[in-house]
C-alpha cells in the first residue's frame, strides 16, 4: 500500500465523475418516494433479494395531476409492480388518461393521412354538398355507435 501511495498510483486512478443529461421537451420525469408516508423512524428489510421482492413488498405508486383539454385536471393514481413499468410507453398503457390521448392522436393521424393519400376523399371535402352529405352520413354513424357503448 505504501508503494502504491510513494509511486502515486492511489492519485493516478480515474475518479468517478458525476454527469447530468437533459431531458427531451417532449419528456417529463416523475420522482417520488416509494411509500405515501415516511416511517417514522428508519426499518432494515432483509429477504429482499432482487427488485421484484423490493416492488411487491413497497407496491409504489403515485397520483398525478393530468390536463384534459379543457384546461382541467384529471386524476389519476399510476402503480409500479417492476422497473419496466417506469418506460413512457409502460406509463401510457397503465393511465386511462393517456390510453384515450393515444387513441386520439392515432385517430388524428389515420385521419390526416386518409387526407392526403385519398383523392375520392378530397372530391368529396372540397364539394359543399358531398361534404354536408357526408357531415350528416357521420353524425348518423355516430349516433348508432353511441348507442352501443
Known amino acids: 500500500m505504501t508503494d502504491e501511495l510513494e509511486e502515486g498510483g492511489f492519485n493516478n486512478r480515474l475518479q468517478p465523475t458525476e454527469t447530468v443529461a437533459d431531458?427531451?421537451?417532449n419528456r417529463t420525469l416523475i420522482a417520488g418516494l416509494l411509500t405515501d408516508q415516511a416511517?417514522?423512524?428508519?426499518?432494515?428489510?432483509?429477504?429482499?433479494?432482487?427488485l421484484e421482492m423490493v416492488f411487491a413488498h413497497y407496491q409504489p405508486e403515485i397520483t398525478v395531476a393530468l390536463e384534459n383539454k379543457e384546461g382541467g385536471q384529471v386524476q389519476e393514481t399510476l402503480r409500479f409492480r417492476k422497473l419496466g413499468d417506469f418506460e413512457p410507453d409502460q406509463i401510457g398503457r397503465e393511465s386511462k388518461?393517456?390510453?384515450?390521448?393515444?387513441?386520439?392522436?392515432?385517430?388524428?393521424?389515420?385521419?390526416?393521412?386518409?387526407?392526403?393519400?385519398?383523392?375520392?376523399?378530397?372530391?368529396?371535402?372540397?364539394s359543399g354538398e358531398k361534404r354536408s352529405d357526408m357531415h350528416a352520413a357521420i353524425k348518423k354513424m355516430i349516433a348508432i355507435l353511441e348507442q352501443h357503448l
Open 39 to 50: 416511517p417514522l423512524k428508519p426499518v432494515a428489510m432483509y429477504g429482499l433479494q432482487n
Open 97 to 126: 388518461w393517456l390510453r384515450h390521448c393515444r387513441f386520439q392522436a392515432a385517430a388524428y393521424m389515420n385521419a390526416a393521412r386518409m387526407l392526403t393519400s385519398n383523392t375520392a376523399l378530397r372530391q368529396v371535402l372540397a
Open 23 to 25: 431531458i427531451a421537451p
